[in-house]
């Protein structure tokens, strides 16, 4: 095995990491939306600000890490796919430290003083809307990875755009409230 195998195997594992665990919360989070569960939301976001400082940063770090050693050893950076991946994790690392974490901890703050308020549930959503961004740009860093994609790959290109408009149309289409569903 050489080096560049294993650093590849290394970025790849803390990308699932941090794409994968996250994901999962997120979509804890969207479940319990639907289901009107305010308790559950509460949890997962709960849990999304515990983990988002301690696990989901480093994992993302070391994600970029790992990438930037395997294109300054082996790869290069002239390639568009590298160009279309930093960019996609320079937004969703910005989207973590300037909404996440300051949203989060605001949100922590609250309800430590004043418990579940519907300034919560609010401040909770506006996380939950962001993170239907995040997560498209995401999903297009990790085709982006597989596919490989060039200037000439239009039709790839194009469904990369198409995805983070869907996400930003999920995330800021509409404003999304936590009601209980009827049963």
């Not at 996250?22 to 009107?36: I, K, Q, S």
Request: proline share 3%.
């Amino acid at each position: 095995m050489d080096w560049y195998s294993i650093v590849k195997f290394l970025h790849i594992v803390s990308a699932i990491l941090w794409v994968g665990g996250g994901f999962v919360l997120f979509l804890l989070g969207v479940l319990a939306e639907r289901a009107g569960d305010i308790e559950d939301k509460l949890q997962a976001m709960r849990a999304s600000g515990q983990l988002g400082g301690k696990f989901f940063a480093p994992m993302s770090m070391l994600t970029l890490v790992f990438g930037l050693v395997m294109c300054g050893f082996w790869v290069g950076f002239a390639e568009l796919w590298i160009v279309i991946g930093l960019v996609g994790y320079a937004t969703t690392f910005s989207i973590g430290m300037l909404i996440f974490k300051p949203t989060g901890e605001r949100m922590g703050d609250v309800i430590a003083k004043e418990g579940v308020t519907p300034a919560v549930l609010a401040i909770g959503q506006r996380m939950m809307n962001w993170a239907r961004l995040d997560y498209a740009v995401m999903l297009v860093i990790i085709a982006d990875m597989v596919l490989k994609p060039t200037l000439h790959d239009i039709g790839i290109l194009a469904g990369m755009a198409m995805v983070v408009a869907l996400g930003a149309a999920l995330a800021f289409g509409g404003s999304r409230q936590m009601v209980p569903s009827a049963a």
